[in-house]
């Protein structure tokens, strides 16, 4: 039997871009940073690797295949990981400590869905209807 205090995993995605402001090696410290606090979770069993993303993808539509990345820069995704926590807020919690925040990044904390698809549920991607 499952209680809600069995941790479970939340993806966390990285958003946006470095701010323009900072310089190279100002950056490059919170990636190390990022590194260190990264593994010291991991090997708590609190969090597991993600991977960052490559610059170039492709979008895929019922119509056509289109060369991409296609958000804005405050939308672009840089990356994905995982974290487990008991709830949504302590995973936020422990997103809020990655040291790369301090340099422009954002973080996107999100749980799974713990049922199946449906098209009469309300999802994320039903669209709103007035």
């Known amino acids: 039997m499952s209680s809600d205090l069995e941790p479970r995993e939340f993806l966390v995605i990285s958003r946006g871009q470095w701010d323009a402001d900072k310089s190279p090696e100002e950056i490059q410290t919170a990636i190390d940073r990022f590194y260190a606090w990264h593994g010291e979770m991991v090997a708590k069993g609190v969090m597991r690797a993600g991977q960052r ?21 405050k939308e672009v995704v840089g990356g994905f990981w995982f974290v ?14 990655n040291p790369c ?3 422009g990044l954002q973080y ?15 999802t994320s991607e039903t669209p709103k209807r007035s």
């Not at 119509?63 to 991409?68: F, H, K, N, S």
């Open 108 to 122: 996107e904390v999100r749980p799974f869905e713990p049922v199946r698809a449906s098209a009469f549920a309300l």
């Open 101 to 103: 925040l301090a340099c």
């Open 53 to 73: 993303l490559a610059r170039e993808g492709r979008l895929v539509t019922r119509e056509r295949i289109v060369d991409g990345p296609f958000a804005e820069a």
């Open 84 to 97: 487990r926590a008991i709830s949504l807020e302590e995973a936020a919690r422990l997103s809020a400590d």
